[in-house]
């Protein structure tokens, strides 16, 4: 069988999507599936991890530099006929992009059954942000891709439930994403990432490891960690910085004087992340919406507990299995939660 996924972005930076369809392909390809993949990158962005995946069997296809927020491409009809062409399953991911709905207009007219992943942005919270123009783009396009799709794949029964008005026709596919545990098998000594970013070996860390974004709810953890005001402790907040954010979260640090207590180590990849979950004291994610929560999974294969919001998908599973602490998106609540 052969299984091609679509996207509009591979580039590691770009957080959840790209590491759940990078897991998800590699999976496939162990499993025995012919697997390919299609991307369409604006100028600029990182496409290294393309290069991985062709090493581990995947056949990617880049077409670009792509330009609007639609990320054009005159190559791109081609290029999806023959994927298309080719499949017996399209894979799509995302909904906002033109490689979305070709894929799905394409695949529809062939006969090939597609799989819609929204990867949350059907979500309340996501669509307020240019509410209007994506209320067109339903009306234009997206309804009648999600209407024909042969089922549409949400992580949690959350994501279900809140996608639920877009889901006239076609029932929700519930499975959640995976994390390849090989990886966590053989955990890093403990003290490897305070030694490399000069932490002293009494400092307890409380980790924030995801894109420095508006929407994960940093404005909500750096003074509730200010609050907290436990002795020894350290908030090491790593990831990339995403359309500046960092220095609003920068300026946040010293307007309560945290310079001293926040570490920004920058983007951790591979083996240097999990060194991190495995010496922090507690992953913390206090996001104000997040689809599912690979990296929360991740800290928890890694023998950390979780501090999250209630906002995070996952939320559920994480208080049902009784490995960590949500609460909702308050400051003060935060802060508790760090004391305790």
């Known amino acids: 069988m052969r299984v091609v996924h679509l996207h509009s972005r591979f580039d590691q930076a770009a957080g959840g999507i790209v590491a759940a369809l990078d897991g998800m392909a590699r999976a496939q390809v162990n499993a025995g599936l012919d697997v390919g993949l299609l991307v369409t990158p604006r100028a600029g962005e990182d496409t290294s991890l393309c290069d991985r995946l062709v090493d581990d069997g995947v056949d990617v296809k880049i077409i670009g530099p792509c330009t609007t927020p639609l990320r054009l491409h005159p190559g791109l009809r081609s290029a999806i006929e023959a994927a298309v062409?080719?499949?017996?399953?399209?894979?799509?991911?995302?909904?906002?992009?033109?490689?979305?709905?070709?894929?799905?207009?394409?695949?529809?007219?062939?006969?090939?059954?597609?799989?819609?992943?929204?990867?949350?942005?059907?979500?309340?919270?996501?669509?307020r942000d240019k509410n209007f123009k994506k209320r067109l783009y339903r009306l234009w396009r997206l309804q009648k891709d999600l209407n024909q799709a042969a089922a549409v794949h949400c992580t949690t029964r959350t994501e279900a439930d809140l996608a639920a008005p877009f889901l006239q026709r076609t029932k929700p596919l519930v499975e959640s994403l995976g994390v390849d545990l090989r990886e966590f098998q053989n955990l890093p000594t403990p003290g490897t990432f305070r030694q490399r970013v000069g932490l002293a070996d009494d400092q307890r860390i409380v980790l924030f490891l995801s894109r420095i974004h508006a929407k994960k709810g940093l404005d909500i953890l750096v003074p509730a960690f200010a609050r907290a005001a436990v002795e020894d402790t350290v908030l090491v907040v790593a990831g990339p910085d995403d359309g500046g954010h960092r220095a609003v979260i920068e300026k946040l640090v010293a307007a309560h004087g945290l310079q001293e207590r926040v570490h920004f180590p920058g983007m951790l990849y591979g083996r240097q992340r999990i060194e991190a979950m495995v010496d922090a004291e507690v992953f913390a994610l206090s996001s104000y919406q997040e689809n599912f929560g690979i990296v929360v999974v991740e800290s928890l294969a890694s023998g950390t507990p979780v501090l999250i919001s209630d906002q995070v998908n996952l939320h559920g599973e994480v208080q049902a299995a009784d490995v960590g602490e949500v609460t909702t998106t308050d400051v003060d609540r935060f802060s508790d939660m760090i004391r305790r």
């Open 85 to 127: 062409a080719g499949a017996d399953v399209i894979h799509l991911h995302g909904v906002w992009e033109q490689v979305q709905h070709l894929g799905a207009r394409i695949a529809h007219r062939h006969g090939v059954p597609y799989l819609l992943s929204p990867h949350g942005m059907l979500d309340p919270y996501n669509l």
